[in-house]
T-cell receptor, first 114, second 113 residues
Framework: DVKVTQSSRYLVKRTGEKVFLECVQDMDHENMFWYRQDPGLGLRLIYFSYDVKMKEKGDIPEGYSVSREKKERFSLILESASTNQTSMYLC?????????????FGPGTRLLVL | AQSVTQLGSHVSVSEGALVLLRCNYSSSVPPYLFWYVQYPNQGLQLLLKYTSAATLVKGINGFEAEFKKSETSFHLTKPSAHMSDAAEYFCAHREAGGFKTIFGAGTRLFVKA
C-alpha cells in the first residue's frame, strides 16, 4: 500500500526557531511537493522537487527552504519561524503523468508558532 | 493564468439527497482535473480524476464528475448522500505538460440526518 509519512502530526515552536518538517514516501516517485493549507485558501504550493537535489519554488516560497538529498525524503525548513507560518503543512508525492497520475498525501503537520 | 474556483465554501444536504459540488477552472491548454476529499485530521485522498479520456468520470464512494469543456466545469455529484460523506472536498487542476497542481479553496460538505 502506498504511503507518505510526515515526521510529526503536531508541533509547537517559538518565533525565531529553525523548524524542520520531514516527509518520506515509499513509492519511488520522482516528484514531491510541500503545501500549506489555510482555511478558505485551499492548498498553496510552497516548493516542489522533480528529482534528487532538484527543487523549484512554488507560489509562496518566502521564509521556507527545502532539501532533497535522497529520492524518498523531502524536507521543508523554516529558517526563522514566524507567527504567520502557523498552518497545516501537507507533503505529497506524485506518480508519473498519464492515466494513472495521482498525488498521494501525508497526514499533515499542524504547526503552531508562538 | 491557471485557476480553480469552487462555488460555495459550505454545502449542507440531507442524508439521501443529491450532492452537487461545483468547480470551474481556467486554463489555456488541455487540463487534468481532480477531486480530492479530506476527512478531519487527515491528508487528502483522491476521489476521481479526468485525464483526457471519458468526460464522465466515476470515482470511489459513489461519486462521479463530468468534464464540460464548453462550460470549463468539473462538478462533483453523488445521487444519495451518506453521513460518512461529511468532509472537505477540493477540486484541483493541472495543465497537461505543466508541473504544478492548483487547488480550489475547498467546499465543506455537511450531511444532516
Amino acid at each position: 500500500d502506498v504511503k507518505v509519512t510526515q515526521s510529526s502530526r503536531y508541533l509547537v515552536k517559538r518565533t525565531g526557531e529553525k523548524v524542520f518538517l520531514e516527509c518520506v514516501q515509499d513509492m519511488d516517485h520522482e516528484n514531491m511537493f510541500w503545501y500549506r493549507q489555510d482555511p478558505g485558501l485551499g492548498l498553496r504550493l510552497i516548493y516542489f522537487s522533480y528529482d534528487v537535489k532538484m527543487k523549484e519554488k512554488g507560489d509562496i516560497p518566502e521564509g521556507y527552504s527545502v532539501s532533497r538529498e535522497k529520492k524518498e525524503r523531502f524536507s521543508l525548513i523554516l529558517e526563522s519561524a514566524s507567527t504567520n507560518q502557523t498552518s497545516m503543512y501537507l507533503c505529497a508525492s506524485r506518480s508519473p503523468s498519464g492515466e494513472q497520475e495521482t498525488q498521494y498525501f501525508g497526514p499533515g503537520t499542524r504547526l503552531l508558532v508562538l | 493564468a491557471q485557476s480553480v474556483t469552487q462555488l460555495g465554501s459550505h454545502v449542507s444536504v440531507s442524508e439521501g439527497a443529491l450532492v452537487l459540488l461545483r468547480c470551474n477552472y481556467s486554463s489555456s491548454v488541455p487540463p487534468y482535473l481532480f477531486w480530492y476529499v479530506q476527512y478531519p485530521n487527515q491528508g487528502l485522498q483522491l476521489l476521481l480524476k479526468y485525464t483526457s479520456a471519458a468526460t464522465l468520470v466515476k470515482g470511489i464512494n459513489g461519486f462521479e464528475a463530468e468534464f464540460k469543456k464548453s462550460e470549463t466545469s468539473f462538478h462533483l455529484t453523488k445521487p444519495s448522500a451518506h453521513m460518512s460523506d461529511a468532509a472537505e472536498y477540493f477540486c484541483a487542476h493541472r495543465e497537461a505538460g505543466g508541473f504544478k497542481t492548483i487547488f480550489g479553496a475547498g467546499t465543506r460538505l455537511f450531511v444532516k440526518a
